[in-house]
């Protein structure tokens, strides 16, 4: 891991955990020290995470790291049972236990038959990859564990994979996708694994009508729901007017039911006055000029935003990843995933007159000729508040295009 000034990537230790912590009546544990586990929470709330009474530590001493000495643990998983109640306790790694090989799986086993939460253990200490690596993990270990038999069919219903709090502006993305799904087809949303969820939902979720996924990390989660359930998905993201048509055209598929006129027409009109904009990418190509725009984010992120530029005619010429592409089933040749920060710092630096939509951090490092809008996490000037704001479908789009606007008044 090479240093970093800006842009850390968070690792498999921390995606595990702030997943963890949006399951309702659950409580994590983190075996670890204490400072670890409190260097997690400043960046939980950036993701508008509470890990009020949900989120512990048993702080270590220097004995029990060179001894092996799993007292605390034990006491820790007792005391929460008595304290909290809570029907699950994840227990899970920090970068110490998980270099000496604290046994955690071992420990939850016998101590099981003390306690009434269900233990589940987690060894992911932050040395497995970076956080796609364990969002990876924990999404397929969620269904796996806590979806149950499917007991009753819930018609009209899905489930939302993949919708990560490490997502910017999720919970918004989420209320664009309940609406389009709703007006479409007269759906609802019984569940989204990996913001806002409950035990008893996950219980249920076997019985959902249709899984949809928003990243390929949940590919694997959905995959299994499949199996086990026969649950169909689609996996793939709304973003600009013609992207969110043709997400919508891949579920009625499934459904076998058409898209609801209304909205069909309303993405057309929407299409149609994107019209504007092409004329101006027309007028300007030939300029010092031309338009481009730079995109940073996750990779479905840069995907789905990438087609929203074509659907304009703005060429997107620089598309940076910060995790690995090596899970990435045909990975788009065009997307960079630097070595170094270094290299990372560089390319954004040379950036003139584009279309930036990336992280606070990158769009602080590009120049004043640029015209830029977060799309992604980190934060740093601002903070995300705001929860009727999407970057999705046909309300995202019209967000976006404001951006857009004010970048053509730059290049004139």
């Known amino acids: 891991m090479s240093l970093c000034r800006y842009l850390p990537v968070p690792s498999d230790r921390m995606a595990v955990m702030w997943t963890l912590l949006t399951v309702g009546d659950a409580v994590v544990l983190e075996y670890g020290p204490a400072g670890t586990t409190h260097y997690c929470v400043s960046l939980f709330g950036a993701m508008g995470i509470s890990p009020d009474q949900s989120l512990f530590t048993t702080h270590m001493s220097e004995d029990d790291v060179i001894m092996g000495d799993v007292r605390r643990l034990e006491e820790a998983i007792v005391e929460l049972d008595k304290g909290y109640r809570p029907k699950v306790l994840f227990v899970i790694a920090s970068a110490v236990t998980a270099v000496i090989g604290t046994d955690l799986v071992g420990v939850c086993n016998y101590m099981q038959q003390q306690v009434d939460a269900r ?12 956080y796609t690596v364990g969002l990876r993990q924990v999404y397929r270990l969620l269904v796996k564990q806590l979806a ?31 609406d389009l799904l709703s007006r479409s087809f007269g759906l609802s949303r019984h569940t ?32 299994w729901l499949k199996q086990q359930f026969g649950t169909p998905y689609v996996y793939g993201v709304p973003y600009g007017y013609q992207g969110t048509e043709q997400w919508l055209e891949q579920i009625a598929s499934v459904l076998e039911r058409p898209i609801v006129r209304s909205v069909r027409d309303q993405l057309g009109q929407r299409q149609s006055q994107t019209a504007t904009f092409r004329m101006y990418a ?38 940076i990843c910060p995790h690995t592409l090596k899970d990435i089933t045909d990975c788009d040749p065009a997307v960079r995933h630097f070595a170094t920060e270094k290299e990372q710092i560089t390319a954004l630096r040379q950036l003139q007159y584009h279309l930036v939509l990336g992280d606070d951090v990158s769009l602080h490092l590009c120049d004043r000729t640029n015209t830029g809008l977060c799309v992604s996490f980190p934060l740093v000037s601002h903070v995300q508040i705001a929860e009727h704001l999407p970057l999705m479908g046909i309300r995202g789009t019209d967000y976006i295009l404001e951006t857009i606007d004010r970048y053509y008044q730059v290049l004139e």
């Not at 233990?119 to 040395?127: K, M, S, T």
């Not at 190509?285 to 304009?312: K, T, V």
Request: proline share 5%.
């Open 119 to 130: 233990l589940i253990a987690l060894e992911n200490g932050g040395f497995k990859g970076d």
């Open 148 to 178: 149950g038999q499917k007991q009753g069919l819930l018609p009209g219903r899905y489930n939302v994979l993949g919708a990560s709090a490490s997502s910017y502006r999720i919970r918004s993305d989420l209320r664009e996708i309940e």
């Open 192 to 223: 989204a694994l990996g913001v806002d969820t409950s035990l008893q939902q996950l219980a249920a979720m076997g019985g959902a009508q249709l899984n949809i996924v928003l990243r390929a990390e949940a590919l694997p989660a959905a995959e």
């Open 282 to 319: 027309t007028m300007y190509r030939n300029r010092p000029h031309p338009p481009a725009a730079a995109i940073i984010g996750d990779y479905d992120l840069l995907q789905g935003l990438a087609g929203l530029c074509r659907e304009l005619d703005i060429c997107p010429d620089l598309l």
